[in-house]
T-cell receptor, first 109, second 115 residues
Framework: GQNIDQPTEMTATEGAIVQINCTYQTSGFNGLFWYQQHAGEAPTFLSYNVLDGLEEKGRFSSFLSRSKGYSYLLLKELQMKDSASYLCAVMDSNYQLIWGAGTKLIIKP | IAGITQAPTSQILAAGRRMTLRCTQDMRHNAMYWYRQDLGLGLRLIHYSNTAGTTGKGEVPDGYSVSRANTDDFPLTLASAVPSQTSVYFC??????????????FGPGTRLTVL
């Protein structure tokens, strides 16, 4: 079956760095997405990786290793507004997104 | 309209009633999707449409139906609601379904409670 695993919850301190991991097993691979979802709101797109390596976008970076079925989202210089759930999703061979349950990130001052 | 709108925002429904959740996008996207989001679970695809006039079943289609008469609208119908359909429903769209890298844009969601 298809499976996306990510930690349920993480806590970090304002100004620090946090890494959210995602491992996956899917039928085919057409890229991996990270979305941010604030409580009570819709998911919003953060990043997309299809090739191995690191993609940097401001304070956020995303890494992919296809051979290991592994990705991480790195958030630097954490701000209180980064408190949200972070969703990992893999596009399978049918171009459908398979979603992880999300990681709730709590930022403490 | 900017992006994707959904209606209603929330709804409490008696079991056995019929309900249609509305979704409209103004981005001229070809593909549209309906997901449900339940606590502790990832977003699960209910139905999708790769282009106007076509629809397909996702991971959890039972008890739901959709139609795609035009590019902009993608309503989701619960023919006879049951309590297990209590969830938050998100509509999404993307420029193309059959290409990697096309991000999905989400509507604000409909919170549905079936009693």
């Amino acid at each position: 079956g298809q499976n996306i695993d990510q930690p349920t919850e993480m806590t970090a301190t304002e100004g620090a760095i946090v890494q959210i991991n995602c491992t996956y097993q899917t039928s085919g691979f057409n890229g991996l997405f990270w979305y941010q979802q604030h409580a009570g709101e819709a998911p919003t797109f953060l990043s997309y990786n299809v090739l191995d390596g690191l993609e940097e976008k401001g304070r956020f970076s995303s890494f992919l290793s296809r051979s290991k079925g592994y990705s991480y989202l790195l958030l630097k210089e954490l701000q209180m507004k980064d408190s949200a759930s972070y969703l990992c999703a893999v596009m399978d061979s049918n171009y459908q997104l398979i979603w992880g349950a999300g990681t709730k990130l709590i930022i403490k001052p | 309209i900017a992006g994707i709108t959904q209606a209603p925002t929330s709804q409490i429904l008696a079991a056995g009633r019929r309900m249609t959740l509305r979704c409209t996008q103004d981005m001229r996207h070809n593909a549209m999707y309906w997901y449900r989001q339940d606590l502790g679970l990832g977003l699960r695809l209910i139905h999708y449409s790769n282009t106007a006039g076509t629809t397909g079943k996702g991971e959890v289609p039972d008890g739901y139906s959709v139609s795609r008469a035009n590019t902009d609208d993608f309503p989701l119908t619960l023919a006879s609601a049951v309590p297990s359909q209590t969830s938050v429903y998100f509509c999404a769209s993307s420029d193309s379904a059959l290409a990697g890298g096309n991000e999905q844009f989400f509507g604000p969601g409909t919170r549905l409670t079936v009693l």
